[in-house]
């Protein structure tokens, strides 16, 4: 078992650049959130699934941004353009309804690097 | 004014004492708190979580509520080096998490 799991961990691009980041959740969580981190600051969220549909984006978040869990399952979440302000931590979480939505559980991260 | 607020640290204490790490939030309504222990590098993990006023123990640590005064704390007993972390407190929100900045602990042998 399986925590959650993030691909890749780290992701070094040039800015202009588009990026992929997968995520896998928890097998039998249906909720799977986005945040993303900068140094010395806590995780932000950034958007959330329950299943296949996104229930919230923040209003902080560029339409460079999207995010996709087609199937319920893994999700990705693809930066357009990228620039050197995109540089954080991408962290996943998953939780599960039939607990508690705010259980959350975070996987290692994508750390993004944009030069 | 930050909707969690913590002291960002470091807070040193000597192995084997108890650490005591606070914060306050500004939400009268939240119901749920949470707080994360994040290794440097790594990624935020739960270890304790708490919705009723009060105290909640968990072996070393003990998270304590106090919604009318709108503060939750953590308790570390007989801490240790490998506790030397960044902890960070977080509030539930319309699905979602609301993070502080963190605390740094640093326990010293």
């Known amino acids: 078992d399986t925590g959650v799991s993030q691909n890749p961990r780290h992701k070094i691009t040039k800015r202009g650049q588009n990026v992929t980041f997968r995520c896998d959740p928890i097998?039998?969580?249906?909720?799977l959130y986005w945040y993303r981190q900068t140094l010395g600051q806590g995780p932000e969220f950034l958007t959330y699934?329950?299943?296949?549909?996104?229930?919230?984006k923040s209003r902080l978040l560029s339409d460079r941004f999207s995010a996709e869990r087609p199937k319920g399952s893994f999700s990705t979440l693809e930066i357009q353009r990228t620039e050197q302000g995109d540089s954080a931590m991408y962290l996943c979480?998953?939780?599960?309804?039939?607990?508690?939505?705010?259980?959350?559980?975070f996987g290692p991260g994508t750390r993004l690097t944009v030069t | 004014q930050k909707e969690v607020e913590q002291n960002s640290g470091p807070l040193s204490v000597p192995e084997g004492a108890i650490a005591s790490l606070n914060c306050t939030y500004s939400?009268?309504?939240?119901?749920?708190f949470f707080w994360y222990r994040q290794y440097s590098g790594k990624s935020p993990e739960l270890i304790m979580f708490?919705?009723?006023?009060g105290d909640k123990e968990d072996g070393r640590f003990t998270a304590q509520l106090n919604k009318a005064s709108q503060y939750v704390s953590l308790l570390i007993r007989d801490s240790q080096p490998s506790d030397s972390a960044t902890y960070l407190c977080?509030?539930?929100?319309?699905?979602?998490?609301?993070f502080g900045t963190g605390t740094r602990l640093q326990v010293f042998p």
């Open positions: 939400d009268r309504g939240s119901q749920s």
């Open positions: 097998s039998e969580h249906n909720r």
């Open positions: 977080a509030v539930g929100r319309s699905d979602k998490l609301i």
């Open positions: 708490i919705y009723s006023n």
């Open positions: 699934f329950q299943n296949e549909a996104q229930l919230e």
């Open positions: 979480a998953s939780s599960s309804l039939s607990r508690s939505s705010y259980e959350q559980y």
